[in-house]
Structure formats: structure tokens, C-alpha cells
Nanobody, 113 residues
């Protein structure tokens, strides 16, 4: 079992940036894929971005060009760089390895207008 711990959330004004990190308690080298999900009150959880072991990536349409997902296997860490944030990005953000059912506890991102 690998534990995932997110950090880097917080409050930011619209147009600002945040960088989320997800530290794993074990090796992520073979975990494929890894992803960032988000959920806001009254909405279903959605996949925001995913990354494969070959570093290919996926982004949901609403964040394309603004968010960048990356992974550092040597540091066992997953990242999400979020730029040009807007209030619609406000949510709890979770990192996950869905095929292994590994989920972090989440980090809150709040964007004010």
C-alpha cells in the first residue's frame, strides 16, 4: 500500500498560480497512470489531469493550456502546476493512482474573483 499526501493548496486570486505536490510513501515508478482529480460541493469528482509512465499526459478541456502535470519518479512525487486560475477551479484536489485505488486526503484550492 502506498500512501499519497497532497500539499500546496490554498487561497489565490483569479489569474494567480498554485503548484500542488503529491508525495508518495513508496516508489511510483511502476504506478501507471497517476492523476489529479477535483471535486467541488454538489458536483461529481472529475479527472483534471493524468500522466503515464512514458510521461504522456491527459487534460480535461477546461484546464488545457493552464495546468501542467508532471511526475518525478526519483522523488516519488506528482505535481500539478496551475496557472491562470479562475473561480471555477475552486475545489478539493486529490492525487490518485486509480488502478491501485490509492487516494490522497485532498488539498483545498480556493480561487476568488
Amino acid at each position: 500500500q502506498v500512501q499519497l499526501v497532497e500539499s500546496g493548496g490554498g487561497w489565490v486570486q483569479a489569474g494567480g498560480s498554485l503548484r500542488l505536490s503529491c508525495a508518495a510513501s513508496g516508489s511510483i515508478f511502476s504506478i501507471n497512470p497517476l492523476g489529479w482529480y477535483r471535486q467541488s460541493p454538489g458536483k461529481e469528482r472529475e479527472l483534471v489531469a493524468g500522466i503515464m509512465s512514458d510521461y504522456s499526459t491527459y487534460y480535461t478541456d477546461s484546464v488545457k493550456g493552464r495546468f501542467t502535470i508532471s511526475r518525478d519518479n526519483a522523488k516519488n512525487t506528482l505535481y500539478l502546476q496551475m496557472n491562470s486560475l479562475n473561480p471555477e477551479d475552486t475545489a478539493m484536489y486529490y492525487c490518485a493512482a486509480p488502478k491501485h485505488n490509492y487516494w490522497g486526503q485532498g488539498t483545498q484550492v480556493t480561487v476568488s474573483s
